[in-house]
């Protein structure tokens, strides 16, 4: 069983949570079905966030910074970059090259220069080129934020494990921006980092840096990413908006392009459906989210002619999705809590994902609850830790170029 403090933190939650979400049933009844056009909201004001910092922290030794991506609406990302290798010290700035200290936690990000090695082609190969994770938090589609103080902590453990740019996404929440705005933000960043792949290929003229675009490339992205080697990865909510990202990359690739996504990691993932599962009967007055808040977040994504528990983007094995087929998906890690009233149909999903040969392998962890990983800097507890362990050496088999595999 849960440990006491997790109980009573679950109370407390559940209370607040249940409070905040009929106020804004309230309020949506008040202002119509809302508009998923409109600019919208990413975070809740009365929302605890961490502030970005573009210093290696000595604590963790990964950077982050917050970017607002899309003018015409609010959405926005937050990225973690882990410290550069410090046998690589030609990659730092010219001025930071002979500092003991460089690329060492703590130190600020100036940038790496590749062309200040003394080849092209030693420039080339000494870049240091890192997976991209796209991260979408958790909050039922209408709370959380990416730069919360529990997202936060997350992203930087997975930067940090998986030796990854994290980008977490700050997508608009509902009432405000109801379905399919969230989903819609999820497809267009997945766009945007296929542009900055391509305006920093653009941007190369003759060894040295053009002026087209400069003005639109982030270069955390463009330096050091590899979109090549790209993971979805999604929290509660968050994971139904990774797998509806996913399998529009599978379907349409060439709008992605160079941007491949060669795996997806979902975290106890936001699914239901009419039918309810075993778990979703045994406990459906569970911790943190229990059924009647599920079905009170539900309401809130989806206008009211649309509602539906087989939705398309509740119920991943309803009839009539659409989408690529199954056995098209890439490799898919699905994460469960023991005492979680959705359980069963993630495990579900990743069964009719195995049938067709795809690589879906589940991780049930004992005495744990919905959110048990993402709110460790509540929770405190062992499985928080272990599960962002997992998670990296699952996905290491498929961000790991050939000779620097993971060792197990």
Known sequence: MPSVGVKIYSVFFKLLLRHRLQSLVAAAAADGDGDAGSFGVSCRADEATAPANPAFSAADGVASKDLHIDPNSALSVRIFLPTPPPHHPHLLHPRRASDPAAGQAGAPYRGYLPHAVSSPRAAASARRRLPIVVQFHGGGFVTGSNCSASNDAFCRRVAKFCDAIVVAVGYRLAPESRYPAAFDDGVRVLRWIAKQANLAMMSKVGGGVDTFGASTVEPWIAAHGDPAR????????????????????????????????????????????????????????????????????????????????DHPAANPLAPGRGGPPLK?????????????????????????????????????????????????????????????????????????????????
């Open 328 to 408: 098209c998906m890439p490799p898919t890690l699905t994460i469960v809590a023991e005492h979680d009233c959705m359980r069963d149909r993630a495990i579900a999903y990743s069964e009719e994902l195995r049938k067709v040969n795809v690589d879906a392998p589940v991780l049930d962890y004992k005495d744990t609850v919905h959110e048990f990983a993402t709110l460790d800097v509540f929770l405190k507890t062992p499985q928080a830790q272990a599960c962002a362990e997992d998670i990296a050496i699952w996905m290491k088999k498929y961000i790991s170029l050939r000779g620097h595999e993971f060792s197990y």
């Open 230 to 309: 790209c993971v979805l990865l999604g929290v509660s909510c968050g994971a139904n908006i990774a797998d509806f990202v996913t399998r529009k990359a599978v379907e349409d690739a060439k709008q992605f392009d160079p941007v491949k996504v060669v795996a997806q990691v979902l975290m106890y993932p936001f699914f239901t459906g009419s039918v309810p599962t075993h778990s979703e009967i045994r406990l459906a007055n569970s911790y943190f989210y229990d059924k009647s808040t599920c079905l009170l977040a539900w309401r809130l994504l989806l206008s009211e002619k649309e509602f539906s528990l």
